[in-house]
């Protein structure tokens, strides 16, 4: 799918909005971001369905962000059908829908526990064979940020990311790669490197063997968890969109499938194979 927008430069721009001005989103651009969701895809094959939502009618008065966003009524919810890989291309495709409304310059903000799930599910009609991950408010963003806001920005550190050596690995999970070693690849994985995720917890991990990018969930820590959570594989996902849109913007063309998971990387028991980057050769 061709972007219409500059990938690393609206990578690099985006940022988590809460605070919005009181202005409604002019129906122009209303119109751009409806028709663009329409038209998303990813790599799975797998019907990923936004929805538009205006929580300022009788029917939707309940519907809330405990106080989390402030400015706006407007909100952009996501529905998919359950199966595997259905969080990962939540993830994937709701993204470059994001990236889309940051170029128009629409603020944005990943919301995956801080709403009313019921009243927001209620509202999408979510069927029972359906997940509802997460929720995104939209709006111009205020020229302030709420103090609130700036407090939670500062406890969830959510301007700092991992270091490569934490994230990207080649041959095995015991030998990092470097930005240098990656190639034309260290743009692709730095856009990977900066995308948003829950808590900023940055669960994907990536290894490359034999010419190809084997991406992994990492389970968080501490908890006896093995294969990772929901919101977590919706992370990977998010974190795939760059990638890929990136390595395309740069002229590489590939595509991601899944694959047996390679043996003998020493991945730790909480990583979790998910998907392959294969470079298409012309």
Known sequence: MLTDFPVCDTIQKRHSVRTFD???LDRSTVGKLTAYAKDLHNPF???VTVHLLETGDASTKKMGTYGVIKGTKTFLGVTVPKGALSLEAVGYSFEQLVLYATHLGVGTCWLAATFDRKAFTGAMQVGDDEWMPVISPIGYPAEKRAISESLMRTSMKSNQRKDW?????DG????PLSRGAAGDYAQPLEMLRLAPSATNAQPWRVLRRDGVFHFYAKAGEGKGEIDPPIIQRVDVGIG???FCLTAWEQGISGTLKVMDAPAGTGAPENYRYLFTWTEEKA
Request: proline fraction near 11%; aromatic fraction near 16%; charged fraction near 20%.
């Open 165 to 169: 050596s934490e994230l990207f690995f």
């Open 172 to 175: 095995d999970f015991q030998m």
């Open 45 to 47: 094959d797998i019907p």
């Open 22 to 24: 009181a202005r409604p």
């Open 240 to 242: 795939a969109n760059h």
